[in-house]
């Protein structure tokens, strides 16, 4: 193995171990990550371990919700590989502040060049250069984020901006000049007449302080700054060598010297960061479908689950919204999809969270403080906003436990006995803290808690709670029906402010021409369960958003993917695009039939589904939550038809075996009428020749 190898291979080994370890530490400080971790992590080793050979930057594209870790696991790694000062956030959602745009690319900027770097492009999706209107898809005028383009692409930057140094010649140039002008005189770079002159002018403009020893017509103070851009043809390049080339100039001179470097100081310089690791780290609402939801009713598992299905394509055809096709291919195929958190994951977090929070209180007072999972529950319910990642359970771990502190220890300082330990729970609404002296108990306290997501769980048991009841059991005993689907979750008295929902997690990631009907019916089954049990002149005006989204899907189904008569793709504004059909008079009768027909499927449906419509809506006027499990059961004993909930549909598989075994069945159809016309034919052969020798003979 030559030297160079032997060199490496000390250095590239310690890399790796270090790696491995950083991966290992930071899966016990995240959680429900590990996948994600893998992933940056080895993203990054090739970076890590051999920068130097790399020609252009390594672009990782990290997406998931707010609130999953994305930008904390990599400032965090950066910091354990202790390269803090080599790595730069760049905050998209920052128009000013040390983390914008401008600012952020000017401290790049200022790095040296083609040195190994890591660049953090944070909330990405608000770099976009596409927005949506009535008419279509137009192009954002965002010139200042034009530059990140050419740093993904090519790993260059031109340095455009205005820097320091070219005010500060500008405004000593126009000095020079005015007291030029005035009878100042400057030999060997020395002001040597009308020096008082000069020294007010330059401390009016914060050049000089104190009188000088020397005064220099250019001050020191530009030295520094002034050297960077000396022209070449000087071959100066220290500090040291510049005073002394100043001191050889007189007036003229000097102006002309300061001109010259003003011109190269105007210059754009372009800066190079083929060796830098890129992270592009955004959320994009239209990838995970159902982030807008801010109900905790949803259950954790099953949204992360929902986003455990979305894929890179799923990612691009999410750009596509926000970005041009030619940005997107400048991100390449690298994408880290973050799932969101399921119940484990958030658990974990609050026990990992408590545990520091008891372990630095103890570490500070000596006493050690326990908990059961009562308070785990506690937090959990209170805190867990599935769309909304750590952050809202961050904040009730201090709203019910930080925040009483002070009332613990209050207490803990009027008992006479020392207190070794404090052990916590919950109870109705209650934090319960028992105080121990060598095991033994001295007392306990109970602070209330306010239960805000608590009081809104809450039957209310009033009109409104009547209204929705039906409502949502409408949806749900349609999708039962028409679908064959057990909703996951459905409530009367819902979290994030509105009265209801129904959750539904279908297992089918498609949508026939011949579900879209009872899908549509679906969305208009609520306000139909309200003329059907209260009556035409009772319904309410709750059923917005669901007429909404059939009209929606009906009019994506017929006007974008072919499910009409026609297969046309359809545009109402000429302007949107000149490839599409845009007389749509004719498709939008069809939507309307469609819309019609849905709404008659629903009425039916609910009619057929009497018994069970009543017999859920009743529990959920007196029920805040009515889980799948129960809705099977419910459904068994008062659902109109047999369901196997769980049985999954093979139509489409089944279809292609039936029509292969067909196929079979015509092949052996064929062969046999071959045979039968073959032995047909021989027998007529053998009879010819027959009759054949028979004449010959005769």
Request: charged share 30%; net charge negative.
């Amino acid at each position: 193995m030559n030297n160079n190898l032997m060199e490496l291979k000390e250095v590239f080994n310690e890399k790796i171990n270090r790696l491995e370890k950083i991966r290992n530490q930071l899966k016990t400080e995240f959680t429900g990550i590990d996948k994600a971790i893998d992933e940056v992590v080895d993203n990054i080793r090739s970076w890590y371990t051999l920068a130097e050979i790399q020609t252009q930057p390594n672009v990782v594209n990290l997406w998931g919700l707010t609130g999953v870790g994305k930008t904390s696991l990599l400032l965090r790694i950066a910091e354990l590989l202790e390269i803090k000062d080599k790595t730069f956030r760049i905050d998209f959602g920052a128009k000013y502040g040390p983390h914008s745009f401008n600012q952020s690319v000017q401290q790049i900027a200022a790095v040296l060049n083609d040195e190994p770097l890591i660049i953090i492009l944070d909330e990405f999706q608000h770099a976009r250069t596409i927005e949506k209107n009535l008419s279509g898809k137009k192009e954002v005028e965002n010139g200042a984020h034009r530059l990140v383009w050419d740093l993904l692409d090519s790993g260059k930057i031109i340095e455009n901006f205005w820097k320091q140094i070219v005010t500060e010649i500008l405004k000593h140039i126009r000095s020079l000049k005015m007291l030029i002008s005035k009878g100042m005189l400057i030999e060997n770079g020395i002001v040597v007449e009308e020096k008082s002159l000069f020294l007010e002018e330059m401390k009016t403009a914060m050049l000089i302080d104190t009188e000088p020893e020397e005064y220099l017509a250019i001050p020191q103070s530009l030295h520094y700054e002034l050297v960077k851009y000396v022209p070449q043809r000087y071959n100066l390049d220290m500090v040291e060598e510049l005073v002394l080339h100043l001191k050889t100039l007189n007036g003229k001179e000097t102006i002309r010297f300061l001109e010259e470097a003003l011109l190269i100081a105007r210059q754009p310089v372009e800066r190079k960061f083929s060796k830098s690791l890129i992270f592009v780290v955004g959320n994009l609402d239209e990838a995970y479908k159902i982030n807008n939801n801010l109900n905790t009713d949803i259950s954790a598992d099953e949204f992360y689950e929902v986003s455990k299905k979305i894929t890179v394509p799923d990612i691009k055809s999410a750009l596509q919204e926000r970005f041009r096709d030619e940005q997107i291919a400048r991100l390449g195929n690298n994408h880290i999809i973050y799932p969101a958190l399921n119940k484990k994951a958030y658990r974990q977090l609050i026990t990992m969270k408590l545990g520091e929070y008891f372990k630095m209180l103890e570490k500070h007072y000596s006493i050690h403080w326990t908990y059961d999972s009562t308070l785990i529950d506690k937090i959990y319910d209170e805190g867990v906003y599935p769309t909304q990642g750590a952050r809202p359970v961050l904040t009730t771990i201090y709203q019910l436990i930080k925040s009483q502190t002070a009332l613990i220890f209050q207490a803990v300082l009027q008992e006479e006995k020392e207190i070794h330990e404090i052990s916590l729970s919950e109870k109705d609404n209650k934090l319960l803290c028992t105080f121990l002296s060598q095991s033994n108990q001295v007392n306990a306290l109970s602070i209330p808690l306010r239960s805000k997501l608590g009081e809104l769980r809450k039957p209310r048991n009033n009109e409104n709670q009547a209204i929705t009841a039906v409502h949502e059991a409408g949806h749900a005993v349609v999708i039962a029906h028409l679908l064959n689907e057990a909703p996951k979750i459905i409530t009367a008295t819902a979290t994030d402010g509105k009265e209801g929902f129904v959750f539904s997690r279908s297992n089918e990631d498609f949508t026939s021409k011949k579900s879209l009907l009872n899908k549509v019916a679906v969305a208009l089954a609520g306000i139909m369960a309200e003329k059907y049990i209260f009556g035409k002149e009772y319904i309410t005006l709750g059923a917005s958003s669901d007429i909404q989204k059939a009209y929606s899907l009906i009019d994506n189904a017929f006007k974008n993917a072919g499910m009409g008569e026609k297969l046309y793709h359809y545009a109402s504004n000429k302007t949107e695009n000149s490839t599409s059909f845009h007389q749509i008079e004719e498709v939008e009768k069809e939507i309307s039939n469609v819309i019609d027909a849905a709404q008659i499927l629903a009425e039916e449906t609910l009619k057929k589904e009497r018994r069970m419509l009543l017999e859920l809506a009743q529990i959920l006027q007196n029920k805040s939550k009515f889980e799948q499990q129960e809705f099977i059961e419910l459904y068994h004993k008062h659902g109109a038809k047999k369901i196997d909930f769980k049985n999954e549909s093979t139509h489409y598989r089944d279809a292609i075996v039936k029509a292969l075994k067909e196929l079979e069945s015509m092949k052996d159809i064929a062969i046999h009428r071959a045979i039968v016309l073959n032995k047909s034919q021989q027998k007529d052969n053998v009879i010819t020749d027959t009759l054949k020798s028979w004449r010959d003979e005769k």
